[in-house]
T-cell receptor
Framework: SAVISQKPSRDICQRGTSLTIQCQVD?????MFWYRQQPGQSLTLIAT?????????ESGFVIDKFPISRPNLTFSTLTVSNMSPEDSSIYLC???????????FGSGTRLTVV | AQKITQTQPGMFVQEKEAVTLDCTYD???????LFWYKQPSSGEMIFLIY??????QNATEGRYSLNFQKARKSANLVISASQLGDSAMYFC?????????????FGAGTRLAVHP
């Protein structure tokens, strides 16, 4: 199965700034996904990113706040823009993989906004 | 809309005993996949087991088995011979093809504590 390297693993950021999270996959994958996990909560899908097309955002998430890039089949970035303390969460990327497990996850980025 | 329900916010089990984590789902699709993931305090998502909607046999992976009851729309995870390292959050998830993308949706999760 694919292996995803996600960085940074954690960061503490000032409100009003932006953070870009990167995910590198060790093989080509068609679909990548970005999730947010607020403290004590489950994973919520932010958007689906396909190479060569605009990301598809879920209800409640907008491109201005969470711009996503997918320049090729092995890489994607998520930016959390104009951060506020409410953005403090774990952000996880995932890739649709052939075979099991079917969906592989990065190790997550633990973001704290102060 | 598809939905995953995990009704147990927390569960306790004695080391070496078995435990069942509940998961029910709602979908109008005929073809779907059900997944269980483990999330330790480090935050990573560890895949445990998968069950396809057309699989007739319940899935098993080592100490993990999935009790799949299609008519009841339930996919409970059974962990046998619990170990202290099993203490973590456990998420049930289902593949959702609505909107044209095969994405995963997650239940609320169950926090499992294994006691010595």
């Amino acid at each position: 199965s694919a292996v995803i390297s996600q960085k940074p693993s954690r960061d503490i950021c000032q409100r009003g700034t932006s953070l870009t999270i990167q995910c590198q996959v060790d093989s080509q994958v068609t679909m990548m996904f970005w999730y947010r996990q607020q403290p004590g909560q489950s994973l919520t899908l932010i958007a689906t990113a396909n190479q060569g097309s605009e990301a598809t955002y879920e209800s409640g998430f907008v491109i201005d706040k969470f711009p996503i890039s997918r320049p090729n089949l092995t890489f994607s970035t998520l930016t959390v823009s104009n951060m506020s303390p409410e953005d403090s969460s774990i952000y996880l990327c995932s890739a649709r993989d052939r075979g099991l497990p079917g969906y592989t996850f990065g190790s997550g980025t633990r973001l704290t906004v102060v | 809309a598809q939905k995953i329900t995990q009704t147990q916010p927390g569960m306790f089990v004695q080391e070496k005993e078995a435990v069942t984590l509940d998961c029910t789902y709602d979908t109008s699709d005929q073809s779907y996949g059900l997944f269980w993931y483990k999330q330790p305090s480090s935050g990573e998502m560890i895949f445990l087991i998968y069950q396809g909607s057309y699989d007739e046999q319940n899935a098993t992976e080592g100490r993990y088995s999935l009790n799949f009851q299609k008519a009841r729309k339930s996919a409970n995870l059974v962990i046998s011979a619990s170990q202290l390292g099993d203490s973590a959050m456990y998420f049930c998830a289902m593949s959702d093809v609505s909107g044209g993308y095969n994405k995963l949706i997650f239940g609320a999760g169950t926090r499992l504590a294994v006691h010595p």
